[in-house]
């Protein structure tokens, strides 16, 4: 295993793990996000 094929899986790896981190992310959000709406719960503009 030469130096940089042993780089760019290292590499590849991180990008996956990064995009998968995100998705995770997003994907609580949009679901925190959904069930506010669903609830009812979310108002937008906040000036009582």
């Known amino acids: 295993m030469n130096k940089k094929r ?23 959000y949009a679901k925190t996000l959904f069930e506010l709406i669903s609830n009812g719960d979310l108002e937008l503009d906040d000036e009582d």
């Open 6 to 28: 042993a780089l760019w899986i290292t590499a590849a790896l991180g990008l996956i793990g990064l995009i998968c981190a995100v998705a995770v992310i997003v994907n609580n």
